[in-house]
């Protein structure tokens, strides 16, 4: 299994709190991903990181900022958390070989917002 | 309409049966498809890429038509522990996001 890590992996907090979602990864990869995970939605891209300090939106960003100040992790806040963003986090990492497509997730965080 | 669309099933198996199903995705530019495992309340799991020419990998096939835009996943033996949700992933054209599909849940019993 790939080297990724996920903290917390559970969390509960209240509407209008901060909360910071870590992902570590020990394999090098160049670009890391958090989705959001949804019944009847799937997977859903947030944002994703395309090698240090370089970020971009996913389909679903409003409300959610990144930061990647070093290969090995990447931080979603919520700057201020609704209950909308009640869900489970996935972060994902790939890039190993520049031709590689495939993704490898992490364990999930569930977060609750009440 | 969604990028990756799948038939949620349930597809409800005894053990020993092969079961099968397709997913369809919209982007004629994509050009990596996978399946991926999900177990409940876990992280999802590459199973297998996707080839033009199919693969096969033990109990496992996969095949892709892309002039029809279609890719499916063939088990054949079902075992109890294959029960799970097959996602369908779609590359977005030339870059390293990928589309999924919400998933087809699959149940083996016994």
């Known amino acids: 299994d790939a080297g990724i890590t996920q903290s917390p992996r559970h969390k509960v907090t209240e509407t209008g709190t901060p909360v910071t979602l870590r992902c570590h990864q020990t394999?090098?990869?160049?670009?890391m991903y958090w989705y959001r995970q949804d019944p009847g939605h799937g997977l859903r891209l947030i944002h994703y990181s395309y090698g240090v300090k370089d970020t971009d939106k996913g389909e679903v960003s409003d409300g959610y900022s990144v930061s990647r100040s070093k290969t090995e992790d990447f931080l979603l806040t919520l700057e201020s958390a609704t209950s909308s963003q009640t869900s489970v986090y996935f972060c994902?990492?790939?890039?190993?070989?520049?031709?590689?497509?495939?993704?490898?997730f992490g364990p999930g965080t569930r977060l609750t917002v009440t | 309409r969604k990028e990756v669309e799948q038939d949620p099933g349930p597809f409800n198996v005894p053990e020993g049966a092969t079961v099968a199903f397709n997913c369809t995705y919209s982007n004629s530019a994509s050009q990596s498809f996978f399946w991926y495992r999900q177990d409940c309340r876990k992280e999802p799991k590459l199973l297998m890429s996707v080839y033009s020419s199919g693969n096969e990998d033990g109990r496992f096939t996969a095949q892709l038509n892309r002039a029809s835009q279609y890719i499916s996943l063939l088990i054949r033996d079902s075992k109890l522990s294959d029960s799970a949700t097959y996602l369908c992933?779609?590359?977005?054209?030339?870059?390293?996001?990928?589309?999924f599909g919400a998933g087809t849940t699959v149940t083996v019993r016994a």
């Open positions: 994902a990492i790939s890039g190993h070989r520049d031709s590689s497509y495939e993704q490898y």
């Open positions: 394999e090098n990869h160049r670009y």
């Open positions: 992933v779609v590359n977005r054209g030339n870059d390293y996001k990928l589309s």
